[in-house]
T-cell receptor
């Protein structure tokens, strides 16, 4: 199994809503990532988890809250988002933990988020 | 900080060879990766270079020169399905082993 599974595939939410994005991998990878991608732009790193601990937060606003319940799961909790937060949110995983190992990252298909 | 430069667009014909260049500036260079992304799809890993030289994987090859802070992706025997965006990405140990993506090169393959 070389898949990273993200749910939901599409999400429309109001600015006062609370929602969560979910990501799952069963490849035994110890690093998991959230990226945000706007149309025709590269993925922008948001968070990195290594061995289930948050190792990098790229100064992401607190309305985005990541959570790593176990080594296979990664969540992104959303609250009080703004319309400019509408984007494709990508989850990725890689074998190595913080600092090394195989750096090939496997990406999920993403959640296309629209904030209205 | 980090910065990467790659051409915004490249057009080539089926069967041809195309090279997509990437130059980078980073304080803690660890390696250079290449990803392919089709419209509406997820980025897919193509190759990774940590050391100078050429890595070959089927029709795709990637080259790195650390002294020149330069790399390229070479695509041979182009097919229509190769039309996609190609991102170079630097793995940087400064600030904690991040992978930072370049702006991407949109490749158009014509018949």
């Amino acid at each position: 199994d070389t898949e990273v599974t993200q749910t939901p595939k599409h999400l429309v939410m109001g600015m006062t809503n609370k929602k969560s994005l979910k990501c799952e991998q069963h490849m035994g990878h110890r690093a998991m990532y959230w990226y945000k991608q706007k149309a025709k732009k590269p993925p922008e790193l948001m968070f990195v988890y290594s061995y289930e601990k948050l190792s990098i937060n790229e100064s992401v606003p607190s309305r985005f809250s990541p959570e790593c319940p176990n080594s296979s799961l990664l969540n992104l909790h959303l609250h009080a988002l703004q319309p400019e937060d509408s984007a494709l949110y990508l989850c990725a995983s890689s074998q190595g933990g913080y600092g090394g190992g195989n750096t090939e990252a496997f990406f999920g298909q993403g959640t296309r988020l629209t904030v209205v | 900080g980090q910065s990467l430069e790659q051409p915004s667009e490249v057009t080539a014909v089926e069967g041809a060879i195309v090279q997509i260049n990437c130059t980078y500036q980073t304080s803690g260079f660890y390696g250079l990766s290449w990803y392919q992304q089709h419209d509406g799809g997820a980025p897919t890993f193509l190759s990774y270079n940590a050391l100078d030289g050429l890595e070959e994987t089927g029709r795709f090859s990637s080259f790195l020169s650390r002294s020149d802070s330069y790399g390229y992706l070479l695509l041979q025997e182009l097919q229509m399905k190769d039309s996609a965006s190609y991102f170079c990405a630097v793995r940087d140990r400064a600030g904690g082993f991040k992978t930072i993506f370049g702006a991407g090169t949109r490749l158009f393959v014509k018949a």
